[in-house]
C-alpha cells in the first residue's frame, strides 16, 4: 500500500533542527512540521475546576476528518472556530497545560528528542498512526454528543 500524503511539507528542513534550534528561531515551515499529525489537539477536553487537571475525550471538533487526523479546514478554520488556538513560540506556555503527552511541541519545548514515529524521524505520515497514537478511527463528532455527556467519552493519554 502506497502511504497518503503528507499535508505537510517536511522537505528542505534542517537536519535534526528541532534538538538545536530554540522554537523561537525556527523558520515557519520547521515550526508546523513538529507537527505529528496525531490530531489529539483538535479533541474536546475537560477541566476539573478544583484541580485543574486536563482530561481528553474522544468527541472532537466539528472540522477534525477522524481518518486523516487533519483539520479538514486549516487555513480558513477559524471562520468556523473561531477559538481554534494558534500555537506559536509564544502562546505554547499558556498552553501547555492541556497540550497532549506526545504533542511533538511540549516534548521539544521540555528538550526532549521526537519519538521514533515522528514523521520527522521516519519520512512517513502514516507512521503517527501505525505506533497507535493518533485519533484515527477512535473519535466521535462534537454534534453527535452533548456536552452534558463528555465525560462519558474520556480517553487516557497516552493513547
Ligand atoms: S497534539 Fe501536537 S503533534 Fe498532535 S496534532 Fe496537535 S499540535 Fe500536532
Ligand atoms: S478548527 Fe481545525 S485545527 Fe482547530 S481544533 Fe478544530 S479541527 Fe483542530
Redesign the pocket.
Known sequence: MTDAPDPIDRDGLRRDYWKTVPMAKMTKPEWEALCDGC?K??LNKLEDEETGEVVLTRV?????DDASC?????PI??Q??PE??VLTPKTIMDNLYWLPQTCAYRLVHEGRDLFDWHPLKTGSAETVHAAGVSVRGLTVPEFEVDEDDWEDHLIEEPI
Open positions: 490530531g489537539c483538535c472532537a471538533c466539528r472540522l477534525l487533519r483539520c479538514s479546514q486549516y478554520r477559524h468556523f472556530v481554534c488556538i
